[in-house]
């Protein structure tokens, strides 16, 4: 029996007919982290237009705003960057964990073991009250940019940059990867990216974390799953996908037909469409004016011309948007990363959603099991086996 076996005597259990595949609208909990509202194309994040706190406030701002419910006022934002700052530094057992990966490891797999372990580093692991566990998600945003630069390090054969606490974390991450600071405008434009990407509703990874954080198992166990279902091409390993996309087809003239070939072959193009928004993704004019803002500067326009010709045939002949990931791509690409590293650099940022929602799953808990809709062979009774055939 194969894993697509369907009992061909198989009738419908009436109460089970509504099963929603992939959960499409089903309505799962409350949340007061975040609100998508696909009619207006708009992301909230605790009330706030994700538009204007992109433009307007710091990442740190924003994570403290999801953690919190409330933005930060000058002193309580000094208290959380002090307490941020200072738990960047990761112990030099973990820093060997990281450096004893095989080199063909995928960041997001490093990434995935690197939170693993500092869960096992971690005393307080199974203690999941409310103080608790904000320490361990301030910790895991302070110390998953570490371990991603770590890892960017090693896989190139270079030392270790230790953080540095008189840096923002958008800062700080550039130097630990490449041992400078760039522009002002770089760091805005990766820092606006980490605010866009921190949080977005009930979506696979963070539902991933809910359900982790259901059975009542710990916030970095439910963290490892996130990174597990983020990793995915269909999820954030879209941002990675685009990229290789656009360097494959390398030519702005040559977009259209590609993007017609790929139609026509019904493939699936990366960085198109989303589950929720049908009328175009809420991030998507902010990170896109970043990416421009980067070819300017880099005078890398090839790809902000790929990314027009394929958005307007997709637009013309499907009526499907790009979603963050598309201009995402090709701006982490122009401030320098490795492609590899893009979803990771989705980790950083997604981890204070990701936490904000544990912590709520955490105050208001009731175990997430959901029902099937059983298609397989009627019941049977087992035979010896020298009788089976
Ligand atoms: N390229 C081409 N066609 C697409 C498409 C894409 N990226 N996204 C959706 N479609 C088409 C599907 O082929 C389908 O067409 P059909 O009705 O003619 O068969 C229709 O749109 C509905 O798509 P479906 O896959 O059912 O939507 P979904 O809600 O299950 O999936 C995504 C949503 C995001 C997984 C899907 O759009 C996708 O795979 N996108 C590419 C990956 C990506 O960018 N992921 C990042 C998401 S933020």
Not at 138 to 152: E, F, G, H, R
Not at 214 to 234: C, N, Q, R
Not at 250 to 279: C, I, S, T
Not at 341 to 354: E, K, L, N, Q
Request: aromatic residues 10%; charged residues 25%; glycine residues 6%.
């Amino acid at each position: 029996m194969t894993a697509e076996y369907v009992n061909p005597d198989y009738v419908p259990e009436p109460e089970k007919v509504n099963t929603k595949r992939g959960l499409e609208g089903s309505v799962i909990d409350t949340t007061s982290v975040s609100k998508v509202n696909s009619e207006t194309n708009s992301l909230v994040y605790r009330g706030y237009p994700v538009q204007e706190l992109a433009e307007n406030c710091r990442f740190e701002e924003v994570a403290y705003l999801l953690y919190k419910g409330e933005l930060p006022t000058a002193l309580q934002l000094s208290e959380f960057e002090k307490l941020e700052r200072s738990t960047r530094d990761i112990t030099k057992d973990c820093l060997t964990v990281i450096k004893m990966l095989p080199k063909k490891c995928h960041p997001m797999d490093a990434i995935r073991t690197g939170v693993s372990f500092l869960g096992c580093e971690d005393e307080r692991i199974w203690d999941s009250s409310p103080a608790v566990n904000y320490d361990k998600a301030v910790k895991l945003l302070a110390k998953i940019p570490t371990m991603i630069a770590a890892d960017y390090r090693f896989k190139k054969g270079l030392d270790f940059i230790p953080p540095r606490s008189d840096l923002s974390i958008a800062e700080n991450f550039f130097n630990m990867c490449f041992g400078k600071v760039p522009e002002g405008e770089i760091v805005k434009a990766f820092d606006v990216s980490l605010v866009l990407y921190a949080e977005h509703s009930f979506n696979a990874s963070t539902f991933a974390t809910r359900v982790i954080t259901s059975t009542e198992s710990d916030l970095y166990s439910a963290t490892v799953g996130g990174i597990g279902a983020l990793k995915g091409p269909l999820h954030g390993g879209a941002n990675e996908q685009v990229m290789h996309m656009m360097l494959e087809i390398a030519d702005p003239a040559k977009a259209e037909k590609w993007m017609l070939d790929a139609l026509a072959a019904k493939r699936k193009v990366m960085g198109f469409g989303h589950r929720v928004y049908k009328k175009g993704d809420s991030r998507v004019p902010t990170m896109k004016k970043y990416a421009q803002k980067m070819a300017d500067m880099t005078g890398q326009q090839t790809w902000m011309q790929i990314y027009e010709g394929l958005e307007k045939v997709m637009a013309d002949k499907k009526k499907i948007y790009p979603n963050l990931d598309f201009p995402a791509g090709p701006a982490y690409y122009m401030m320098g990363f490795e492609i590899d590293f893009f979803t990771p650099i989705f980790v950083m940022a997604r981890t204070v959603g990701w936490s904000s929602h544990i912590m709520e799953q955490t105050a208001n808990n009731r175990i997430i099991r959901p029902l099937s809709e059983y298609i397989g062979a009627a019941q049977r009774s087992v035979k010896p086996i020298s009788e089976r055939k």
